[in-house]
């Protein structure tokens, strides 16, 4: 079953065990410890982190006359949940996943939050087996060859921020001007977004709106962590 997925990643494991083990939800591990008692937690760690880099270069070097903030506003969309979820539905992710009762008849195998992960620790087995080279080409075919990766900067983060605070109950945000630097012809604001008083994002950009989206961005991918 496993080398239909790697059939879809278009790589093949040396080390099949790392696959597993980055297909065997918390909820799975917890619930066999004697058996497995490792999750894919630390490898969400990882693959996190070798997205966003992987990502990070690929704009900074396409991207060459865009501004900090609109790199990280894209940088945002592409590792987001739901562009993650999008990628896990293309392998159908969902069908390899090992989860615990709880998760299996609560409908996780479609969950995006559960899928969007998975699709990070995955990135990071591919990482550990093989090197850089091809979690870095396995990150270009499935996330940086589609239209996100070329769409013009238009999101709308302070709605996005907003809308993901919310899920929860007194929720706070707050956006603050923290500089105002340069000449009125070329100035650059730096702004800071707070969630309930504690700075989750900083932005800068040649006016208070696009510091504050680029705040917004940052402060997405602080919650996502």
Do not use: W
């Not at 894919?40 to 982190?49: A, I, N, P």
């Not at 270069?57 to 945002?76: C, N, S, V």
Request: charged share 25%; with cysteine.
């Amino acid at each position: 079953m496993l080398s239909e997925l790697e059939q879809a990643l278009g790589y093949t494991f040396r080390n099949r065990s790392l696959l597993e083990n980055a297909l065997r939800h918390s909820s799975y591990a917890n619930e066999n410890r004697k058996e497995h008692p490792s999750s894919t937690e630390r490898l969400e760690f990882l693959g996190h982190s070798i997205l966003g880099f992987v990502v990070a270069e690929y704009l900074y070097r396409t991207y060459p006359d865009h501004p900090e903030g609109d790199l990280t506003r894209m940088r945002a969309e592409l590792v987001c949940e739901g562009s993650l979820a999008e990628v896990a539905a293309r392998l159908n992710l969902g069908n390899y996943l090992m989860l615990g009762h709880g998760e299996e008849h609560g409908g996780g195998r479609s969950r995006a939050s559960i899928n969007a992960d998975a699709v990070e620790s995955v990135l990071a087995a591919v990482y550990l087996d093989g090197g850089y080279e091809p979690a870095k080409s396995l990150i270009y075919r499935l996330i940086l060859n589609g239209e996100k990766a070329h769409a013009p900067v238009n999101s709308d983060y302070k709605t996005m921020l907003q809308e993901l605070v919310q899920r929860e109950k007194n929720q706070v945000l707050k956006y603050c001007l923290v500089s105002e630097t340069g000449p009125d012809h070329d100035k650059e604001f730096r702004v800071i977004v707070l969630l309930n008083d504690r700075i989750i994002g900083e932005g800068r950009g040649r006016s208070k709106k696009r510091a504050e989206q680029a705040a917004a961005a940052q402060g997405i991918e602080a919650l996502k962590q």
